[in-house]
């Protein structure tokens, strides 16, 4: 109990202003946080509790039968094809996330630490993040194409007398254009977690006898994995689910997880199928999500 | 030596970089200028005829004013909301990391997954697939954009202010007038102008809840299975490009304005 809630709100019958009353300031947060949490709860947390009821039930014909089932799980761990699109889905997004992070990590060093004008340099990196993500990725059939930018180039100056094929419809064309449509997510943690470190930190390291390598191994490095971690869930997650990307450059032997979604949604029809296909396929992400981080964080441990 | 030499290869590498960011985006404004329906080497003649035949298309029209009343029906209310939340969480409240960690979660469960689970919703709840629906999706979508704006631009706000003109004898509307909301606007109109781009570029939630009225991004994704189409879909591609790079700049300057040096809010952290 503090002074200002024991004050009287009027005294000897004349107003005094009062501060508001501890159930109001108790209760004003919540109020603010009303039209927040009616939003998620109808558009997020509702939809993902019904999707999981979803992937219980059965498809039959036009109608869906609401006995509750493990069937649907199932199939989605029964049928071959869907356990070689799954095991792709998480290598694609794998290769593309660690690539993006190694690509970026020096690049995100380079504007902490010696970047002048800092403000241009992240403006650069959030304005292709901004533009078109349809467009990002179709600009890459476009390079990749049988008649695309490189063939057509590498043909005019006579380098290659037809095109090549091997560019583009393949997991390989995936990982490139997803390393290139998430850049922004691995730079942007990145720099922000380098940037937080204290300069003395590497002047007490140097004074204690440390070399250029120790301290990066020893100081940058593990301190610059906070914006790893969060640089590798921000993409794995999102690229591993990505629908675009696989149907505009992946081919048949590219497609991912989304595609199988989309196609018990769309084409097939068979909704109870498809939401197992989600659930199965965010539990592993999850899953893989958490393995990944906790192994960098122990790699990190040991070279500390 | 080994500092002068990583002092000249790490501004190569980042130039280098960049290249590998804008290359692929570049070629987009590059072909749209092309007199050639192929997207090939060499070129072959300035033209705008693809801005023409893109102009003159009705589908096109239709898409582009239903994605613009859509991303701003749900940069309003998804910058509104997230004031009020942010105001809230910034002041601190009880369950203030699960309600964070909640409204992040966009974030990190893949589009396909959003966009399939509402429209099971709504197909359970039999309401017909509309440009509301779609705007529905987006104020969840926008959520932890606008609040990742608006939470950094309160936590360096100074209460004290507000309690000096209330002191002074301002009312509230007053204190909110001319204090609160001239220090706040910026984070207002960086958050706008992100959750409008988010929304306008969204294709997969719109895919799936849009029913006929298609969005842009949809309209473009349609339009990709025909190869004569490809050159009015650069015209298009770039003239978005070019729109977007100046909202981005915009919005980055507003969010910049008065907090020095500060990286945008990297989600998630």
Known sequence: MTDAETVPASIGGTRVRRPPSRQARWLAPYLLLTPATVLLAFTLAAPLALLVGFSLFTQRGLAIDTNLTLNQYVTVFTRPAYAVVFVRSLAISFIATILAILLAWPFAWFIAFRARAKFLWLLLVTIPFWTSYLLRIFAWKVILGYNGVINSALTTLHLISEPLRFLLYNPPAVVIALVHGYAAFAILPIYVALEKIDPSLLEAAADLGDGPLRRFLRVTLPLSLTGVISAFVLIFVPTAGDYVTPSLVGGPNGLMIANLIQVEFGRVDNWPLGAALAVAAMAFLAAAAAICTAGVRFAVAQIR | MTARKTSRALPAYALLYLAFLYGPILLLPLFSFNNSIFVAFPLSGFTTQWYAAMAADSGMRFALANSLKIATAASLGSTIIALLAARALVRGVRGRAFFAGFSNLPLFIPDIVLGISLLVLLTRLTLPLSLVTVIVGHLMLCLPFALGVLIARLEGFDYSLEEASRDLGENAWMTFWRVTFPLVLPGVIASLLLTFLVSFDDFLIAFFLCGTDTTL?????????????????????????????????????????????????????
Do not use: M, N
């Open chain 2, 217 to 269: 991004p949809v309209y473009i994704w349609g339009e990709l299975r025909f190869p004569y189409k490809l050159p009015d879909v650069l015209a298009l591609g770039s003239l978005i490009l070019a729109c977007s790079t100046v909202l981005i700049g915009i919005a980055e300057l507003a969010r910049r304005h008065g907090l020095q040096g500060r990286p945008l809010p990297a989600p998630g952290t």
